[in-house]
Each structure stands twice: as C-alpha cells, then as structure tokens.
C-alpha cells in the first residue's frame, strides 16, 4: 500500500513538474527577446555637407528612424490635430471671353449645413473675401494669363471645432449679345495649407475639395468639376439672361494635421550595423531611433535619441 502510494506521490509530482516546465516554456515562447540596440555617433556637431552615419549595436528585430526634421519628428507621430496652426490659401484665376466684368466673387462660412441647394446657400452665413486675393484682370475681350494670388493668411476666418467651407460665387446680367455677356473664368489652382510648429499640412487642394455645383439663377450656366486642367471652371452657355451659380467645397477642418512620420531602417531579416543620413538644412535635431522585437504578436519596444547639430 506504501509503495502505491509513494508511486501515485510521484507521477503527480512528475506531472506537476512537467506542467511547470510546460507553463515557463510557453512563456517564453510568446514573450520576445528584451532589446539590447544603441544607437551613437563619433560626434554632436556636423557640417550640412556631411553625411552623419550612427552606429548600431546590439540588436532589434526591426528598427525605424525619425530625423527629427519637419514632419519627421518622433514626438508628433500621433498628432492629429494642432490648434495652434495658421491658415492659408493660395489660388490661381484665368478670365476670358466676352467682356462683362466682375462676375467672379470668393466666399466662406462656418456654418453652412452641406445642404448643397439654392436653399443651403440662403440659409447660411456666407462672407465675401474676394478683396483678400489678387484675381486675374477682368477687362476687355482678350484671355488674360493665369494670375496666381499668392499664399494668404486666412487665420482669422478659422472657428475652432467647426469646419469652413469656400465658395466660388459666379454672377451675370442680362446682355443684349453673347460679345457683351459674362466671361469665362478658370482656377486652375486652389491650395489651402496649415502651417503650425514642426511642420505644413495640406487641407485641400483644387481636385480634393470635391466641389458641388448648385444652380441658382439660368440652369444653362453651372461649373464644370474635371479630373484635368483647368479643373474648375465657368463658360457660359447662356449670356443674355442673368446667371447665379456657385461652386462650394466640402467641409474642411483646418486644425487637421497630418501625423510625423519616420522610416523603415531594418526589417527583421536584416543586418545593420550603421546607418548614414544626410541633412539638407543646418540645425539641431532630436533624432530618434525606435527598436522593435515581436513574437506572436507580442512586442517590445526600446525608443533610443540622440541630439545632433548640423552647420
């Protein structure tokens, strides 16, 4: 009876062991290695004109790199919005044709309902601020060349937590004949940036800011939305009768930024052991090196900077 019980005593013994055995090694099966990379340089300082290379020791599975330039910068690779940004719009007009002036006008709200009808546009606040932009000359027959407006800052037009919508408000009299109506107009070019400290963000562009045409007066008349050049533009189809037509943006939130991004410097199967970069401007960089080892989607990370100043 003794011996059967010493027996059974030790099978559960061997069973727990080999339970504990089991436990640790899968363990350590789903858990990956700690990371033992650095990252150095020979020197802080460097002239624009060198390449800095960092050497690499130890080892990650992979690793990526932020220069620390704009828009590279580790410390703004979640950021998504920046409150603190400024706003401009850069846009470029063409006129030809006929020789009925001032039928072009540039517009923004905050508070239009996307309602894209005559009776959206009526019941929103809409503000002219064609004044703040250099449109092309709007006289005479003769097409004039595209006149860029340049880059202005519309900051102040901006209400946080709200977006803004622009609207290109085209309007033409009565005319006796086709000569003395109202003129073609193109733009070619609408950029609308935000620019904020670590980097520039893209809000819209002519293409992207996918204008709706809405027909208010003359449903001859409305603009034309085109994948090519001039991507947006007004030619009268009719221009003996009055015309009211607009072409309006989609609601665009300016505080939006794009996130900083860095680069893919080793992939898991490679091997590296320094890494060269050249930067284009002089400066102070953080630059900063992410290192990474996984196993069954389980990760480690080890985050290693260094500041290097460039002449």
Known sequence: MMNFKKTVMNKFKYILGALLITSVYACKKD???ELTFNV???KAEYNVADSVEFNIEGYADVIGFYS????????FRNRLEANDAKVFLDISTQVLNASQRNNLSLWYSTDFTKVYTPEGIQNSTWTDITSRFTLAPDGGTAASAVVPSGKI?????????????FGFKYVAQNSPTAGTGGRTWRVPV?????EFPGGTSSLANVTDALWTAVDVKNPANKWIIQATTPFLYFAPNSTLT??????ITRDIFTNKVNPDKGVGIKAYIDKIKNYKYKFSTPGTYTVTFVGKNGLNGNVKEVVRELTVTVK
Do not use: M, Q
């Not at 620390?68 to 410390?75: A, N």
């Not at 609408?190 to 935000?194: V, Y």
């Open 153 to 165: 800052d519309i900051t102040d037009l901006v209400v946080l937590g709200k977006p803004i919508f």
């Open 190 to 194: 609408f950029n609308l940036t935000s």
């Open 40 to 42: 150095s340089t020979s």
């Open 242 to 247: 009055e015309s009211e037509d607009w072409a």
């Open 31 to 33: 858990n990956p290695e």
């Open 68 to 75: 620390g330039e704009s828009g590279k910068e580790y410390r």
